[in-house]
DNA sequence: CGCTGATTGAGAACCGTTGTCAAACCCGCC
DNA sequence: GGCGGGTTTGACAACGGTTCTCAATCAGCG
């Protein structure tokens, strides 16, 4: 409320915990739930409280540097991400995934919204499948 | 696992609290979560347990009837809707919901799903946007 | 009418997630 | 190097949606 505030920016510090976490996530290149991060932190040695793990994760994910969306379960799972736009190709077995762009579907979305008077549009999109390797 | 079982079908009955949730449903014409739908029941003075809801939703869910989804919050949102596979536009402020279909999306994610090697598909595609009405 | 399997409801259990709050920590400053 | 104050953390409780349990009840059929 105060427009004369001198610190706009509440200064995120690179602890210990939150390199963990972006380590943990590194490691990994498929979606993976907190507690399944949470674990792998702690098979590494490290330890983190799961409490800790959400609020990074939440972080990043308002950060955009990565990607949260939910399985089937309506469960939270969360993946390192490209920075542009797209979709995911999600394994329901074993998680792989494959990051999918999609032009068409980006133009039929809008196209679909506007003809029915929509505005400030937004959309999920994913798809799950068996793998080639689970099969 | 016996394939000679002579009774294939559970048979569903159509019980008093079956027909309270179906009529519940037949009163929206957009997206509610369980509870909703279970407290709407109680103020029309029916009672009928909230377990009993959700095992009502789910049977209907799986018969086609209606639509399961999940809002940002992972939660559950339930509707009635057309027996064809369609996707949602969804407004973000008032909730109404538009049922759209999407032959080039279908043909799209099974196109990508194909050519990842992917078996055995599913997707989600929900849009949200702001309707004419709340602009 | 009586049988039998399907269905129900109340509440406990479950589980992912978020809130609480005192202790620990980080960083700029003296 | 030592301080000071806001930030961050962790252990745990709390929360909320969903599912499970199981005895009581009900629906349809002979």
Do not use: K
């Not at 602890?15 to 991060?37: C, H, K, N, P, Y």
């Not at 949470?38 to 308002?62: K, W």
């Not at 979709?87 to 919204?113: F, K, N, Y």
């Amino acid at each position: 409320m105060t427009s004369t505030d001198p610190t706009p920016r509440p200064s995120v510090r690179p602890t210990r915990q939150r390199r963990a976490v972006a380590a943990a996530l590194a490691g990994f290149d498929d979606f993976r739930s907190a507690q399944e991060i949470h674990d792998l932190i702690s098979q590494q040695g490290e330890s983190v409280g799961l409490a800790t793990v959400y609020r990074t994760l939440a972080t990043l994910a308002d950060a955009g540097e990565v990607d949260m969306l939910r399985n089937e379960d309506g469960e939270a799972i969360w993946r390192s991400c490209s920075d542009t736009h797209h979709h995911h190709l999600v394994c329901r077995t074993c998680g792989a995934t494959v990051e999918v762009e999609g032009p068409a579907v980006e133009r039929w979305t809008s196209a679909i919204a506007t003809e029915h008077g929509y505005a400030d549009i937004s959309h999920t999109l994913e798809i799950f499948g068996t793998c080639p390797a689970c099969r």
